[in-house]
């Protein structure tokens, strides 16, 4: 029986719900449920997954919509008093500090912490743009986690930055490390001498992870959001924080790394690198650079930028990596098996895609299909993140379930040799994953024992012994199942590929000299970009809470903003208020 429950006029972040949902879905006598916004966008998505109810049609976007499917009515009790021990939960402050309390006005925000010089937003898209304007008023920089925010209002809000002396990351900006402190879905990395500036956010977990792992630290990692070197956006904030760290007196070395960028915006930020004063490893995903310039390097994977990043800070010699797989009887390369890769970060998955074409030679992505990054000739990688699988689902850094469907259906086609996937940890990931996983890849790994078949299992785990899930021990659950645990997304692929008749070598780069180019304007830095860069960031949070108690977990002054939509939700309305303000911003 399909049973729904209205709050109304209760506000919760999408995430939260997401994860609620999840919980709810494990007790026993649930058949399905799902927890949302009554938007007019989520009521879509109800009824696709048939759970539309006359209830929910009432519903304002205001509301919270409980939509359970339930063996017997008892068990709807049990959902309410789970529902709201659960947001009781996430509504506590975790604070031992005055200024990291909850308010619910810009007016409170400010006056709780008149120092402030960080918004971060985790709400929904369509409202985050209109945030991020008055965070940008009161002379804030600004964190944007929200993805759904037009490139019209992306690049407003970032020429407005610039003009300020202000930085924006993002928007669907899901990583960054200010003075050490991780913001929104980061890792536990150590202090240290390299600063990071990244288009991508997993990216930029792999490269600072492998950077603790061998020792050093990270003073500071920008993220940009994924659009920023588009041709339409011009790489505003990936140059303005190079110019930023440039300037920083606690960072020795530089990494910049992105997806595939425009072709101008590449070559702008390349002309600006040529006239830097400290050693900067670039890493543009897909190209596959044969040279080294001295003082300016250039990676074709994370794990190598990773790697040039610590030789020059210790001021060692760059050395090729000379390490191989080490594993026992794979197939042999006329067994024709493939590689099937089931990821959560999208730059990792498009790692493995550029790794495998490279070695086997294939040309190509074959069939495209939203979440699929190579379809072709019996190999198949998959970026479970795509929008297509977490549209009203939790990311998989969250949720295993898609992840096994999916290892399950590569068992069934006979030239599977190896599964691949991703294990992130750090803030923001599932609190045990590995844990999460071990049940149904032990059942797989049974079920190909019993049909006398062989299918490797290969992981990448992506973390620090920092992390809170334990990295030890998050590897030490798989190994001891047989899954075979690398310690970067490129050795994990390097692995596959050996265990399938394809072994990767890695090119060996000569270092010529650097003729230094003169840029072609001026590399002021304001004030306020050097105190983000070169403090602890003092930060009002609005959205996700979970964000602020790490950031009160790092001794940072931060207020937690227990934001709801304004106007009811009604974006007509909103605009209005908005243009009054004087921001006028689009809808896509």
Partial sequence: MIKTIIRKGSYQDSVVLMLLTNKISAMEGIHKVSIMMATPANKDLFKASG???PELAEAQSNDMAIVVDVESEVLVEQVLKETEGFLNNQSKSTSGNEENQTVTTWEQALKRLPDANLAVLSIPGMYAAAEADRALDENLNVFIFSDNVSKKDEISLKQK??????????????????????????NHVRPGKIGVIGASGTGIQEVTTIIDQLGEGVANAIGTGGRDLSAEVGGITMLDAIDAMEKDTEVE???????PPAKEVRDAIVKRLWDYEKPVVTLFLGEKPEIHEENFYHAYTLDEAARIAVSLVRKEEIVQDTWKPEVGEGFKKEDHKTIKGYYSGGTLAAEAVMLIKDTIGIAGAGGKKEGFMLNTQGYTIIDLGDDVYTVGKPHPMIDPTNRIVCMKQALEEEETGVILFDL????GSHEDMAGALLPGIRDMMEQVKMQGQKVFFVAAICGTREDKQNYDLQKKKLEDIGVILCTSNKRAVETALCLIGHPYTETEKTILPREKVKSDREHAVSKQMMELLSQKPRVIN???????????????????????PPAGGDLELIKVLQYLRGYKFSRQ
């Fill in 161 to 186: 930055a610039h003009e300020k002396g202000l930085l924006v990351m993002g928007p669907d900006c899901g990583t960054g490390i200010i003075k050490g402190v991780p913001i929104a879905f980061t």
């Fill in 253 to 259: 070395v530089v990494v910049i790394l992105s997806k």
């Fill in 542 to 564: 609005i959205g996700l809470k979970s964000f602020t108690d790490v950031l009160d977990e790092f001794s940072c002054k931060a207020v937690q903003y227990q934001w709801t």
């Fill in 51 to 53: 759970l539309e109810t």
């Fill in 424 to 427: 992130v940890l750090g803030y």
